[in-house]
Structures are given as C-alpha cells and as structure tokens.
C-alpha cells in the first residue's frame, strides 16, 4: 500500500513557481462555484509525523479562498469535548454545503494513536474502525464529499527530515518529543496505519497515500487532487441523469503518477543458464520441503499469478508444481465464467476453489481480473471495481485470517518484449493456439492497463498478503524470483 | 424492539384456510416471473427457539416451487468446513440469479451462540457484527435481496411451546437440550439478540421481526412479506427510470400488523386529582433528589419528547422542569430548521445541543421527525428515512455509551381527545395561537402518522434507549407515568 509513495516523486523548484499560478485560479474558480453546491468537503489530512502535515494545510489556506475553508485541528479533548460523547467534536467541526472543512487530527488520530501505545488491542481498534465506517458513510449518504489523504514517508525520509528540521533553529521547535517517540515506534506505526487505511479505503471514502518527501511535489499533487475531486463530485451532483450503477463512481481518488511502481522495475535482471539451472534445483527443493511441512501443518496456500499476455505464468507454474505433491494441488485456470458462475456474485468462483487445510490452489489469473480487464474494457462499471478493491482485500484477509498463505505475483514484462513473444509462438505450432486477434488488441490499451496494475497494487497490497512484482523480461530471473519468493513466504508462515 | 412481536397477533384456522389458495397462486407466479431476474434472494430464518423455524421453512417449501427454492441448513461445522475460512460454507450455498435460498443457521447463528455461551465478549461480538455488515452489504451492492427474519417468541411463549412439544410424543425429540438450556439463558439470550439485530438492521438489509407464537399467522405473515419484498424488488430492478435517491428504497421491510402498539394502549387510564396531587409531588421530589445526585455524579440526561398534537408535551415539561436547577438544564424546541442547520446533516442541530456531563437537554420534538413528519409529508427521500432508523440508534447509542441516560415517550392521545383539545385551546386566548391550519390538516394523515410511529417504536426502541410509550388521553395519568419512568431510569443508571 505505501510501496507506491516511496518512488521518489519530486518537482523542482522551477516546476513548482510554473504550476502554482494557474493551479491557484482553477481552485478559485472551483469554489466560486463550489459555494451553490448542496454538499460539504470534508479533508482528513493525516500521515506520518514530519510528512508536513501542519506545512500542507498552510499552503492550502494561502491557495484557496479561506473565507470558505476552515482549519479544524484536533489534539488532545478540551474539557468540554470530554464531557460529551467522542464524536461531538467532530459534529460541531463539520463544514456546511459548500464549504470545504480541513481535518488535522481527526477520528482517526485516537485509534491509531492508542494502538500505537499498546492502549488498544486489535480487536478494540477494529472496534473503533468499524465505527469510522458507520460514521463515513453517513456523511456520504448525505451527500458529502470525503477526501482522506495520507502524507506518506518512508523510515529513512522521516528520520532524515527530523534532522533538518532539528539542526535549524527556525524549525528545531516544530519536533516535538511525541516526534521522536514515534520515529522509535516508526514499524509499529507503519504496520497500523496500514491495517487502518485497508480497513477503511472504502469505495465511497477511499483513502489515498500521497509521497511527502518533497514538499513541491506533494503541495501541488494534494491541491490538483482536491481540484479533481471536488469538480467530479460537483459534476455527478449536478448531472441528473447519471446512470444508478455510477452512484459510487466519484470516488476517484487515483492519483496520476509521473514515476509508477511498474516503471520502477529493472527489467534488465537476467540469469545466466548456469546459475539459473542451479538455483532452480536449489529453490525447488526448499519449495518441496518447506511444502511437505506446510502439509503436515495444515496450511494451506494460494498462489495468485497474474501478469501481462505471455507474461511466462505458465511457465512459472510448470516450474512450481513439481516440488508440490500431486494430491494436494489444483491449478485453477481463469478465463470467461461459465454459466452457473455468471448468475453468482463475482467472487463465487474463486470461493469454489479455496483449498482446505494443507493444501495449494494456484489461480492462472484470479479475482484481480475484477480490476484490470473488466476494468479497462468495461465489462464492470467504475462503481463495480472501485468497489472491488476493499471487497478483495476482506476476501484475502479472510483467508489470511483462517491461516492459508497468500502469495501474488505480477510477472512483468514490456512492450518489446512481449512482442517478440507474440512473434515466436506464432512461429512454434504447439504454441500458436495461445496467440488470438485479442491478444494484439489488448496491446493497444497498454497504458490502461498500465495505470490499472498500479492502482491495484495501492490499494491491495496489504501486509497480510502483499503484492510481489516480479521483473520478467528474462524468464530465468522471473522464475528463480518467483521461486524464492515463495519460499519465503511459506517459511515466514511455518516458522523456524 | 421486540415489543411489536409481544401484541398477540393470531389468525384462526378458517382464515388461515380462506388465505392459502389465493397465496400460492400469487407465491407460484412470483417465482415465475423471478426467474428471470438479475439477483437473487437471500432469505435468512433466524430467531428464539421454538419459534418454529424449521415448520416455517416446511411451509415455504409446500407453498413455493422447490425446483427455484433451496433451504440451506448450517449447523456445527463439517471437517470440510472447518478446514475453510468461516465464511466459505455460506459462500457455496449462495443462490443463484433468480433463484430463492432460505438460511436455517447463517452467518449470524455462531456468533450469538458464542456470546450467549460467554465463549465471546461484547467487542469480540461486534467485531462479528462489523463484518456481517460488510458481507451483506457487498451482497446487496451486487443486486441480491437480502430477507431477514426474527421468529420472535416471549419468553412465557417458549416456555409454554416447549412444554407443548414436550407432551406430544410426536414431536418430544424436536425438543433438544440446547432448547432448554436456550429457555434457562432466555433474558442473555434476549439481550444479545437485540443488540445484534440493533447493529446489523442496516437499510440495505433491516431485520424484520415476525410475531411467532400463532403458527398460522406467521406463516401467512412471513409469505405475504416475502412475496412483497421480491415484487418491490423486481419493480426497482426493471425500471429504469427510478431515481437515485431511492436506490435503497426497496427496504421496504415493514410488516403490516393488525394489531399495533399504539393500539393495544388502554386510553381509560385516568387519575383523579387528589391522587394526581399527591403523586406529584412524591414523584417531583424523588426527581429532584435523582437529578442532584446525577449532577454530583456527572451523569447527564436527554429526555426526548414526541407525540400527538397536542399531546401534552408542554405540560408535562412544565411537571418536570420544578424538579431541575435551572442552570442545569436546557429544553430545546425543535421547529423548521434554520438556514445554518438546514445546511448541514440533519443530526447536527441535535449534536448542538448534547448536555455535558451531568446537565439534561430536553428535547421537545426531536431527531424523530426524520420518520414522523419528514417520512409522512415526503420532506425526506424513503431512502433517507429508511436510513434514518439505523443512524438514529447508532447515534443514541453513541450517548449510552459515553453515560448518557437517554429517556424516551411518545405521548399517545385519540384523534377525538385531540379535536376535543383543539376546540379547547381555540376558547382559551393564551392558547389559542398554538392552533393552525396545519394541526387540522396533519389529522387527516393520523393513519399514515400512526404507522410511521409503530415503525419507529420496532425500528428504534432498543436495549440501551427504549420508548415508554404514554396513555395520554387522561392529562394526569400521563405526567405521573412519564414522571416515575424518569426516576426509574435515572435511579438505574445511578445504582441504589
């Protein structure tokens, strides 16, 4: 989930005076107009300590017309505030149509705050997280529009920037004590705060991490993604004749990235034959063993392989099966529903194959077909798979929950690539079959599916079962990645 | 909650045998045309023991074409299912489009059992509950409807059905240990079975709560509600030109009762006015004593007043307020809101005014107007309204639980004791600006009025918040009743 916020996303100084002034009347403009709309904004401006929070929220004050922004900064409860239920702040807090309320410190300072100081336990805190859910889509229901921004560093960012901002005096009294308290905690932090962001990214308030290393870049891609937002909730609540299905469809809340997590890839990793053979003998025995134990432990697995087209699942899978026993595996082929599959809800035919106890099910495509091919080629409506994402992350984390290992691979490869592929089957007569008209045809969305991949590793790689890109342009480094990787996964699950 | 399941509502066998024909033939020709529906019904048959579940589901399967009709038993758990996540049995046995699955045993029937065996804690129980809001939500967002029904039983009920049962050497073996170790934890049992219907009635999928003790009725009662959802239902679902707000307006989710609470009140109560004075000023003073030691313990209150048109909300706030220190207690009328309050959700203007710890609020009307007058004069959506119910006791129990004692009464007179009222305070010139155009009008919609107020009390009268409903047609009768119940409930919130 934060994978994608630690690309190294920056703008330069030059950029940032260019974009600034035309940015600043577009939001002028947006909430001139915004005034007659017949629902509040509401922005939770939340993060990690350092990612400039306090900064942001200044900088937005001095863009917009503060007249029709308010401030509402929540810290520790006043007497007043104590004396009455939890939430009452909040309520006083809440702009009115056409106002824009910005939150720092919010309903979820507390939980988070709380977990992180071992006050709450996880049961309690999805206590209060179940409550924050109730109480979003209240607001929602009446119409607001919930923006939930998470200013995101990673640990060496946020330890770097609390040495700057301590070595100058002008800045040295912005860290506090709780500051470096939490730096400690900066794991620990990390790992609830995304537990928190999962169990609350839904589809009518979903949450959007934003890179905070650079303050230019984030200023601009904060004020751009309000600007975004605020016009497409506005444009849906103006428009009547929007279609019922696309009620949820404002939630947009996709930011677009010049760096993506896929661009990020080396995909110039090779493996020579020989070390290839050999690593290939070593990590399929590990996977034969470390499998063994898993049986006799009663774990079980699932496998998830998706990719691009001729993207090597299927020779991935030839090399995984043989270090599993034949009884206690099913591969799981994914291609259109069948008829009995279509008249169910569209996870039912994964929750078919879910394997019992000790054994593996591996998903030729899966359940993340919801959020790239229906999605790019719209066979689900942009409602569907917004929804998608925290519908397949509660399904995973069932899975996790009951104990099964969860382990998904994106195999990656680019353009060229995947041509000379195409080419070379087209050549092999047992392998011409495997290339249709289709196939070029999706070649033609690559961007889509591009923006698709990483939307839906923001939003579902969770650190109960995280995304792994696998860099694939050289099958032998992909497989022996892919290989490893499992291992991994399945001994960090059996122990010892 | 389950007072509108206590009425005694029964049908006699030769209306029973009049009903049937006419009822399979509309049931058969339902199911007809659902088959070619997009969604599927879910209908889930829960409730006490005893109740006659299983008879019920028989029934259903006589009187429905059981080729589009599957009944779904879950009990304890299989190996196969227990080597699966929780939810993976429920998933199987999802129906298909068009087709009817009738749940004995659900998602709902472990979790109450485990808390009622004390194997769960409250928290451990509403997480349960968080994520059967989850789960049905995603199954109602994919088009299915969701049927929830509570076979209600009182508890003399049971006790006498048990012992029925038991005498009859035909059905003895239906009687199980677990039913009367059920029948020994029957008020736990109760308790706990409120709270979950409380938190998962959501709009979406509401519990309806079916009155059980006369066989004939609930059955004839559950098919007509059954056939009406799934006709309401197909109605939304092929009419295109239906308006967002009423996405959710299929939660029609009220059953039509002969008998009514509101009904069963005994209107004759009277007191005459030496025992009126007496009482008074026993239950003035105990009042004033409870409201000191609330303010020493800083227990705060919120009285909420509702009824008729002259009702005799007034006069009863001026029976109660002698008993308060004036500067510790305010009494908030609630009128058309203002153009501040107008803008922003409607519960704001009540949050406002939430005392502090150890004040009262009297609310003279309140946030019910959202399902009384907002429901009867089309001021709010049926999809607002429906929400409401849920909102309003997630906000009630927001009070509860932060200490909050939280008092209800609907003050209940006859349509010929409210005209007789009227002609009155048109005589007398201090009173007589209290009579409008309005109040005569708002008589012509008493039907509408009454059942919206039955609704209410079945959707909101909860565990933590009940209504005390009022006979109010005799004026003295009704301030010493309304009197004692504050002091009752007060002294139960403070302890001896």
């Known amino acids: 989930m934060f994978e994608v916020a630690e690309l ?12 600034v002034p035309s940015l600043r009347t577009r939001l002028l403009e947006m909430q001139q107009t915004l005034l007659d709309a017949s629902f509040p904004v509401i922005v939770l401006v939340s993060g990690s300590d350092g990612a400039g929070k306090a900064v942001l929220v200044n900088r937005l004050n001095e863009w917009f017309d503060p007249r029709y ?6 810290d520790d409860k006043t007497q007043d505030e104590r004396e009455r239920p ?10 009115q149509k056409g106002h824009i309320g910005l939150y720092i410190g919010s309903w979820y300072s507390d939980p988070i705050a709380k977990r992180v100081a071992k006050t709450l336990n996880d049961i309690e805190l999805d206590g209060y997280l179940a409550h924050i859910r109730i109480f979003e889509r209240m607001l929602v229901e009446d119409g607001a529009l919930v923006i939930k921004l998470w200013l995101h560093l990673s640990k060496a960012q946020q330890q770097l920037r609390l040495q700057q901002l301590e070595a100058d005096p002008a800045t040295a009294w912005r860290v506090t004590e709780k500051d470096k308290r939490h730096l400690a905690l900066y794991d620990s932090f990390r790992s609830i705060a995304e537990h928190t962001l999962r169990q609350t990214s839904t589809a009518e308030a979903p949450w959007v991490v934003i890179e905070s290393a650079d303050p230019h870049y984030r200023d601009i891609t904060v004020a751009e993604h309000l600007l975004e937002r605020i016009q497409h909730h506005q444009a849906l609540h103006t428009c009547s004749d929007t279609p019922l299905e696309d009620e949820n469809a404002e939630a947009v809340a996709l930011i677009h990235r010049q760096k993506t997590l896929l661009g990020n890839l080396d ?10 053979q050999q690593q290939l003998e070593h990590w399929q025995g590990q996977l034969s063993l470390l499998a063994r134990r898993a049986y006799q432990q009663r774990v079980s697995m699932v496998i998830v392989l998706e990719g691009w087209d001729a993207g090597g699942k299927g020779g991935l899978i030839r090399r995984i099966v043989p270090a599993l026993d034949a009884r206690n595996y099913q591969i799981i082929p994914i291609a259109v529903p069948t008829d009995e599959e279509a008249a169910h809800h569209y996870l039912w035919r994964f929750w078919r194959h879910i394997p019992r106890d000790g054994r593996v099910t591996i998903y030729d495509r899966s359940w ?8 790019v080629e719209g066979f689900a409506s ?3 798979w917004l929804r998608a994402y925290s519908e397949i992350n509660d399904f995973e984390s069932q899975l996790v929950a009951h104990g099964t290992v969860v382990v998904k691979f994106w195999l990656h490869i680019d353009k060229d690539e995947q041509l000379k592929r195409f080419k070379e089957r087209e050549k092999i007569s047992y392998k011409r079959h495997k290339i249709t008209d289709d196939d070029y045809r999706n070649r033609e969305r690559w961007a889509d599916y591009e923006q698709a991949v990483n939307d839906m590793v923001e939003r579902t790689s969770t650190e109960v079962a995280p995304w792994h ?8 480094f992909a497989r022996i990645k892919a290989l490893k990787t499992l291992c991994q996964q399945l001994e960090q699950q059996l122990g010892g």
């Open 382 to 384: 942009r409602a569907q």
């Open 469 to 476: 890109l696998i860099e694939a342009n050289n099958k032998r």
């Open 368 to 375: 993340y077909g919801r959020v790239l091919v229906e999605r």
């Open 69 to 74: 922004l308010r401030t509402l900064a929540f």
């Open 267 to 276: 995909l110039t990793l090779a493996l020579d034959k020989t070390s290839y």
């Open 8 to 19: 190294g996303q920056s703008l330069s100084r030059e950029e940032f005076d260019q974009q």
């Open 86 to 95: 939890d939430y009452w702040r909040f309520w006083q807090a809440l702009p």
